[in-house]
């Protein structure tokens, strides 16, 4: 099942919200970090299934809330959000106060209708989702595999060139490249990352040349 992938970057942050599609028009939303409005317009026309997240920042899920109360009353039927590993609840539960810290308006704080576990299998859009746990960013951090369309949604695990930031106070660098390296490097080279932020990149190119890595 041939999969469509838009990428709409939200808030002064810039983080990637990706909304994927298949053809028959279903649709799910990963980490929709504000202008849920917008967002809900990007995705006119599709029947959105789920909303998932890959951590708790503000700038991932803060707008996971308004967009599922939009896409719920559009379509006449819940569109459940999935969250990351339960151990990130304590900061998805402060979104608000995060926000009023940043100055940024307009995301809300959200309690999944469910947590991921690692190594669950979701099924969307005819393919497999594989969550895979990978900590270090934040502590209940996932990464969405989809090994059919040779994709990663990597929220802010690895990046072009760089990785996630590791420098708040449950953050742990160890943890993180460990995490890229056992669960990102195994897969096939040609498998394209789509980052939290910035552009995308494969699995190959940061294996080979992210300097993160080259030691």
């Keep these: 099942m041939k999969l469509t992938l838009r990428k709409v970057t939200v808030t002064p942050i810039r983080q990637n919200c990706t909304i994927l599609s298949d053809q028959m028009g279903r ?3 990963v980490d929709p970090g504000g202008e849920s409005v917008r967002l809900a317009r990007e995705a006119e026309g599709l029947h959105v299934e789920a909303i998932l997240l890959t951590h708790g ?3 991932h899920a803060g707008g996971a809330a308004d967009l599922k109360k939009l896409l719920t009353d559009r379509q006449g039927g819940d ?3 999935i969250g990351p590993l339960r151990e990130d609840l304590f900061l998805l539960s402060r979104i ?5 810290a940043f100055g940024l308006d307009g995301m809300k704080s959200v309690t999944p209708d469910r947590f991921s576990s690692d190594g669950d299998i979701l099924f969307f859009l005819g393919h497999d989702i594989e969550v895979a ?6 502590p209940g951090h996932v990464v969405f595999i989809l090994r059919q369309a040779g ?5 802010d695990t690895l ?3 760089t990785v996630g930031r590791t420098d708040f106070p449950y953050g742990n660098e160890r943890q993180l490249l ?8 195994t897969l096939p080279a040609d498998t394209i990352v789509l980052p939290g932020h910035g552009l995308p990149t494969t699995i190959g190119e940061e294996r080979q040349h992210n300097p993160a890595f080259q030691h």
């Design 27 to 29: 649709a799910i939303v």
């Design 57 to 59: 920042h503000l700038d």
């Design 79 to 81: 569109v459940p959000v």
């Design 96 to 100: 608000e106060q995060q926000a009023a």
């Design 133 to 138: 746990h990978v900590p270090g960013h934040t």
């Design 151 to 155: 994709l990663v949604i990597a929220g």
């Design 159 to 161: 990046f072009r060139g």
């Design 178 to 185: 460990e995490g890229i390296r056992s669960r990102l490097f």
